[in-house]
């Protein structure tokens, strides 16, 4: 067993984990899914544009009008942005198995980096118009009626901060997929 030949021909060799068709399947729930978050965001941002377009219709006061315009301006920008950057790319056909890895795992380095950010832009729009309003509805309320807005205010921050909190768990979720293709593609290379 002194020979280098022999001792490389008689060394155990990996199985490949996935096929090309197996990641190509992964591939595509993986793509069919972010579409389907995509969808849900972009309606619930719609239904909060109309409750709050709504709120802005009504109210005659200045400050609320801009708070209302804030955080209308704020969906509209986590809209555009979800759009731009958290949109699934189109995974060709033509791809052989490492290629196929590298595609997934720059869609889920992608898709992960979305929801790192999540405080900066979706969540941080929204905050300055919130303040405002919330802000305004403390100052405002007669102060036997203060716990009110108060509340409110604890109820969206728990909210938010529970958003923030289920992101970050997904993109941990979406590096541990990484890790595990990380080590598929070194072992097919």
């Known amino acids: 067993m002194d020979d280098p030949r022999k001792i490389w021909q008689n060394q155990e060799v990996e199985e490949m984990k996935l096929s090309v ?9 993986f793509q069919s899914r972010i579409r389907w978050r995509n969808v849900r965001e972009q309606v619930a941002a719609l239904i909060v544009v109309v409750l709050i377009g709504r ?3 009504e109210t005659h006061v200045t400050v609320e009008r801009i708070g209302f315009a804030l955080v209308i301006a704020g969906a509209v920008y986590y809209v555009w942005h979800l759009r731009k950057w ?3 790319k189109f995974l060709p056909a033509d791809m052989g198995r ?18 790192r950010s999540v405080w900066k832009w979706a969540i941080g729009p929204l905050i300055p118009g919130l303040l405002l309003i919330f802000t305004y509805s ?3 309320a007669p102060s036997a009626e203060r716990w009110r807005p108060i509340i409110s205010v604890t109820v969206s921050s728990a909210i938010i901060v529970v958003i923030g909190w289920m992101n ?5 979720r979406l590096d541990a997929r990484i890790t595990e293709l990380n080590r598929d593609l070194t072992s097919c290379l």
């Open 138 to 140: 403390i100052a405002a």
């Open 86 to 88: 958290g949109a699934p």
């Open 168 to 172: 970050q768990r997904a993109a941990r």
């Open 21 to 29: 068709e197996e990641l190509r399947a992964k591939a595509a729930k």
């Open 55 to 57: 709120f802005l219709w």
């Open 98 to 115: 490492a290629d196929c890895i590298k595609f997934y795992r720059g869609e889920l380095e992608r898709q992960r980096d979305l929801l």
